[in-house]
């Protein structure tokens, strides 16, 4: 299991924008499957964005247009920018990476770093 560390959230104004980092530690993205996920504050963990080993992308309905998900292995990173955010984007924002993809849908894992906090307000 490759170790994760969230950054890049922070207090940004409605209609701004944000690019959150998910950086491996002692491994590499390039074999990989990566997720975004995001907990509002009440509210179950959500999937909201998955790019593949094969560099393929998947979005919720809730964030198509705004959310673009992207991965630069050379680096061991994958990147969320996030634009035009709304309030209801506040939420702690989290990543996790599987080889099996259908594992990142459910979302069922031990294993969660800290993530990083985004908060959209005026």
């Known amino acids: 299991q490759v170790q994760l560390v969230e950054s890049g959230g922070g207090l940004v104004q409605p209609g701004g924008s944000l690019r959150l980092s998910c950086a491996a530690s002692?491994?590499?993205?390039?074999?990989?499957?990566v997720a975004w996920y995001r907990q509002a504050p009440g509210k179950q963990r959500e999937l909201v964005a998955l790019?593949?080993?094969?560099?393929?992308?998947a979005y919720t309905d809730s964030v198509k247009g705004r959310f673009t998900i992207s991965r630069d292995n050379a680096k061991n990173t994958v990147f969320l920018q996030i634009n035009s955010l709304k309030p209801e984007d506040t939420a702690v924002y989290y990543c996790n990476a599987d080889w099996v993809v259908n594992r990142l849908y459910a979302g069922e894992y031990d294993s969660w770093g800290q993530g990083t906090h985004v908060t959209v307000s005026s």
């Open positions: 790019i593949t080993m094969y560099g393929g992308t």
């Open positions: 002692g491994s590499d993205f390039s074999v990989y499957a």
